[in-house]
Each structure stands twice: as C-alpha cells, then as structure tokens.
C-alpha cells in the first residue's frame, strides 16, 4: 500500500459524459501527478499539481482539467468522454520538494470505461 | 530530444537470471528510475540510480552508465510473481531549474515454469 488513495476503483460511463476522479496523497506529499495508461500502453503524463499550483503540463487534453484544493487532495475533471478515453487513470505523490522528479508513490488507479 | 528505449516484451524461465536495458537520451540527465508495474495495477518502486555502478536490492539489482546513456535492471533467481511491466524513467533537468520524470513505454517480463 503506497498511502496514495483514489477513488472510484471503476467508473463506466456514456460518451459525451463528464466524471471526476478524486485523488488523495501519501501523507506530507505535497506534489500529485496524474497519468493515462491506455491498455497494454505506457503511462502518459497529463499534469502536476505542487501545493495547489499548477507545476507542469503533459499531454493533457483540453477536455480535461484539473486542480488541488488546500487540503492537497486532488481532482482530474474528464469532459465530453469519447471511446478513446477509456484507460486506468494513475494518481501518484511525491515528497515536498516542489521540483519535480522526485520518486512518485502510485495510488491504485481508477479504471474509466467509456461506452 | 528526449528518448527513452526498452524492449518491448522478454521471455525467461523461473530461477534464471534476466536482464532488461534501457537506453536513454536526454539533454538534462539527472537519475534513473526503475518501477515495477504488474498488469491492471500501479506502478511500484524498485531503484534509483544517479551516481554510476551497480546497486544491488535482494533479488534485484540496478546499473547506470551515465556515459553511455544505458542502464539495466538484473532479476535474479526469478519467480512466477515476477512476471509484469518494468518501467525505466529518466529525470531530467528543465531550463526553469525543475525536473521531470521521462517515462520509457516498459518492458513487459513474461516468466516461463
């Protein structure tokens, strides 16, 4: 158990849908990170959060946001859900350096399933 | 640019001894992940390497060569539970001072009886 949390463990949805996952950090980690694996794909690095700031951007889509709240939980806001965005979605945390890089600690992933 | 290499798959037989390499370019280069990633599951930590040799944890070792942009993950005395992705990640330098994790596509390690 990495102490990285997320929630839901599976959502299934209808295209044209918006969801929210919902993710929490290992305890004084004040970075999160959010991934896209596609299946039998490689992880794809969407964006960073460091203490509520936007630290660096990925390949993430317009459609998706996201943001971290004072608390440093974090939420990844998908829109307008296609096909192509069924994928485990990965959150991981990072101790409190802010400089990115740091060794990522993965929560157990959300698998989205878009019909 | 930044590029990171692995096979893509590999075969071993349990007990043996494999080795999965991973070749890397990039302009910044400041350490090197491994992480172990069973299949529908998270990725988990195994090493970290910055400084060149060898670093060796039980069953699992990890090499650097920051020369040659090259690095390998040995797995010793395989067991059946060691079948799943190993992901080598670079860390690499920013010009705004920060760093980022560059992530290889894995190697996906099938262990035969």
């Known amino acids: 158990d990495s102490g990285v949390t997320q929630t839901p463990k599976h959502l299934i949805t209808a295209t044209g849908q918006r969801v929210t996952l919902r993710c929490s950090p290992r305890?004084?980690?004040?970075?999160v990170y959010w991934y896209q694996q596609s299946l039998d794909q490689g992880l794809q690095f969407l964006i960073q959060?460091?203490?509520?700031?936007?630290?660096a951007k990925g390949n993430i889509l317009e459609r998706f946001s996201a943001q971290q709240f004072p608390d440093l939980h974090s939420e990844l806001n998908l829109s307008s859900l296609e096909l192509g965005d069924s994928a485990l979605y990965f959150c991981?945390?990072?101790?409190?350096?802010?400089?990115?890089?740091?060794?990522?600690?993965f929560g157990p992933g959300t698998r989205l399933l878009v019909l | 640019g930044q590029n990171i290499d692995q096979p893509t798959e590999m075969t071993a037989t349990e007990g043996a001894i494999v080795q999965i390499n991973c070749t890397y370019q990039?302009?910044?280069?400041?350490?090197l992940f491994w992480y172990q990633q069973h299949a529908g599951e998270a990725p988990t930590f195994l090493s970290y390497?910055?400084l060149d040799g060898l670093e060796e944890k039980g069953r699992f070792s990890s090499f650097l060569s920051r020369s040659k942009g090259y690095s390998y993950l040995l797995l010793k005395e395989l067991q059946m539970k060691d079948s799943a992705s190993y992901l080598c990640a670079v860390r690499d330098l920013l010009m705004d001072s920060n760093y980022q994790l560059i992530w290889g596509a894995g190697t996906k390690l099938i262990i035969k009886p």
């Open positions: 390497n910055v």
């Open positions: 990039t302009s910044g280069f400041n350490g």
């Open positions: 305890s004084g980690d004040l970075s």
């Open positions: 991981a945390s990072s101790v409190a350096t802010g400089h990115g890089g740091e060794t990522q600690y």
């Open positions: 959060y460091y203490n509520g700031e936007e630290r």
